[in-house]
């Protein structure tokens, strides 16, 4: 019987329950589509924020600047505890020589880096390290170097010997000599233009200073400083220090990457590290409150919606307390569509919110995104509950109220 | 009475009469357009706050002397000097910012040598209130420079094994002067390895009043701003070079582009699923009303009678809605922008028209059903009950 009248109820009244269906729907979706994203909003955010560059420097611990690591240390960077945060590395190695261009010359610093290597390590996924991955913001007329032989100039450096992609430039240190082509000419605004890059290998030969760096950039994802952060690590409890290590702070990344390199010393790039901090927890503070505030506006309109339609029905409720309904039939009938229509706009709303969230996320960072398991069930059980404590408090006054007077008009 | 006073009339017994749905309508549409407001309000403030925040990156444009070498002790590298050094005009450069209106933050700053135990130690000039206020990630120990006192880089202190409260004998080609380190600095940058000291005085002992090796200014990112502030730079000072830093302006940039699609798509997304709901909880209770309509058209009610009976009720509840959900919108926004960024929202007045709208469009569009139907209903069907 019950059965009877809830399929009655749906099939008498489509626009009514088609309407609140709606209500419920949108309400999820809005719910579904932040939940999913919020989370994965604020990574993509740090992922975005380390275009601004390196965070982390690795010098030689030596305190008289000179010094080298060792090349063959780099990969274990790969291997370290927070391996998943490192979004990638690159090395240098300097030297001062005389770059000659034609009839011109020049006393300038040669660099060589890393410019688009591929990395494999035993036991890791193989990767992409070098200044193309960590320095997005270099501007190359030209091409990137391809091989040994060749070499990307600073802009001002270029400028003032005259060389264009393709010319040749003599380079020569400690009386050892190389030619070298320019693949492209890079403009940043900042000191790179003042240098001259070649494959590191080419420059190690040149320098004679076989697998030797002087210093990596490593760009990491990190979690904003807190006053814990800034604790000095050497005045720390055990337990405090383990929180502090398992913690992504930039300290504490650049603690374990100076472990992996052999005579090291990893500072953090402040201008870089704290600007990013202070960004992201505003950036993660501002989608939190949004993600309230959708969440609170989605629960008060369905269960707004709700409220309306029970308020509407009192004169049937009514009319079944008048023939002899008690409250406990009543409420089975109402609460059980209520159930019925918040679990099809639950699964619904679940559906859509899930491509919007996909979406937001491909047209803003241009990467898919998956919604967590544990969205279904809670999106399905909060447009449950939100559904129905809208609907109980109509449904008690209507109960409440003597049959007579709702009759009546 | 007049038509229009009842119309009035007839509207305001209309809603006061079904209080509790009033009431219930109002509140819906009320937060549609706060929701509506909060959400416009955010995401229009959201660039500028977000373009305020990157400056703590730096400085996104840089001048310097035409004929300049960026010194081999710039990048954290350690070389000294390569080439001659030139210098900018101070004067020159306040003058040409003036002319050109430029508003952004700047710092002035000048590099040399002097002499302490017979090496060469890198010195930067600066206004140090400048740096406290524009280069935030300076890490300080100790305290910030007075006269004649001098901040020295970390790397270089601990090189040179100079503490905090020793004072350096330094030779200058001005003269001998002696100052007192008040505190050690360390960043990870090439601020590790120089030694600091306040502008003037800086000038005064390399003999170079007035000149100045590097200009940084931070141009609010967003809107074109930096082309325009640097074309006109160019223009004013020949003598300079003016370089973008593409490291923190090209990422801030594109940063803000970002930000900004993410709040409009998140704006458009919580607006039109809300929208939805809000428009399928005003249907569902307005549709019920067959039995008005019926009567009114058979007391002889024109359709455009009945319809303007309607379209005033959703207006008033749509003014009403929309003018509480403003107000609350606005309080929202402020609320959100006060606990995140510390600074207050904007007072946008003209976003009342955005709220109104959202709630009138909201009102119209739930009353749409009734409407509809009293083009369609025959009075004497409704009035017998079905």
Known sequence: MLFRILKNSFFKRPKAVFLIFLSIAMGAAVATAFLGIAGEISHKMALELRSYGANILIEPATADGGGFLREQDLPKIKTVFWKYNITGFTPYLFGVGEISAGAKRERGVISGTWFNKELSVEGEAPSVQGVKVIAPWWEVNGNWPDAADEAVIGAALAKRLGAVPGSVLGVAVHGRTRRLRVAGVVTTGGYEEEELFAPLATVQELLQRQGKVSRVQVSALTVPMDDFGRKDPASMTKNEYEKWYCTAYVTSVAKNVEEAMAGSRAKPIWQIASAEGALLKKLNGVMLFLTILALGSSATAVSTSLMASMAERSPEIALMKAIGADRFQIGAIFLGETLIISVAGGVTGFLLGDQLAGVISRSVFNSTIASPLWLFPTAIGSALAVAVAGSIVPLRRALLIEPVRVLKG | ?386
């Open chain 2, 1 to 386: 009475m007049t038509r229009r006073r009842w119309l009035v009339h007839l509207i305001y017994r209309a809603l006061v009469y079904r209080r509790g749905r009033t009431l219930l309508l109002l509140s819906v549409l009320a937060m549609a357009s706060s929701l509506a407001t909060a959400l416009g309000l955010v995401s229009y403030s959201m660039e500028r706050r977000v373009a305020e925040e990157v400056r703590k990156y730096g400085a996104n444009l840089v001048l310097v002397p035409e004929a300049a070498h960026l010194d081999v002790g710039s990048g954290g590298l350690n070389f000294g000097v390569v080439s001659e050094p030139s210098y900018l005009r101070q004067d020159q450069v306040e003058s040409a910012l003036a002319a050109g209106g430029i508003k952004a933050e700047r710092s002035f700053h000048l590099r040399g040598a002097l002499q302490w135990k017979n090496l060469d130690l890198m010195v930067e000039g600066v206004n140090f209130a400048d740096i406290r206020r524009l280069f935030p990630w300076w890490q300080l120990k100790g305290g910030w420079p007075g006269a004649s006192e001098a901040v020295v880089g970390s790397d270089l202190a601990t090189r040179l094994k100079i503490a905090p409260g020793s004072a350096l004998e330094l030779s200058a080609p001005a003269g001998p002067m002696t100052l007192r380190v008040s505190g050690v600095v360390s960043t990870g940058g090439e601020e590790d390895n120089l030694l600091f000291l306040a502008l003037p005085e800086l000038q005064k002992a390399l003999g170079l009043p007035g000149e100045l090796s590097q200009v940084r200014l931070m141009v609010t990112a967003g809107g074109g701003a930096l082309k325009r502030d640097a074309s006109s730079l160019k223009k004013l000072l020949p003598a300079a070079r003016v370089s973008e830093v593409r490291q923190t302006a090209r990422t801030s940039e594109g940063l803000l582009a970002k930000v900004k699609l993410l709040m409009l798509l998140v704006t458009v997304v919580v607006l039109v699923s809300a929208g939805c709901s809000v428009a399928g909880t005003m249907s569902a209770t307005v549709l019920e009303r067959s039995k008005e309509i019926g009567l009114m058209k058979a007391m002889g009610g024109t359709r455009l009678g009945v319809m303007s009976i309607f379209c005033g009720e959703a207006a008033m509840l749509g003014l009403v809605g929309g003018g509480a959900g403003y107000i609350l919108g606005t309080a929202i926004a402020q609320f959100i922008t006060e606990t995140v960024f510390s600074a207050s929202a904007e007072f946008v007045p003209w976003f009342a028209g955005v709220s109104f709208s959202v709630s009138l469009f909201l009102a119209l569009a739930g009353s749409l059903g009734p409407m509809t139907s009293v083009f369609t209903l025959d009075p004497v069907r409704s009035l017998r009950g079905e």
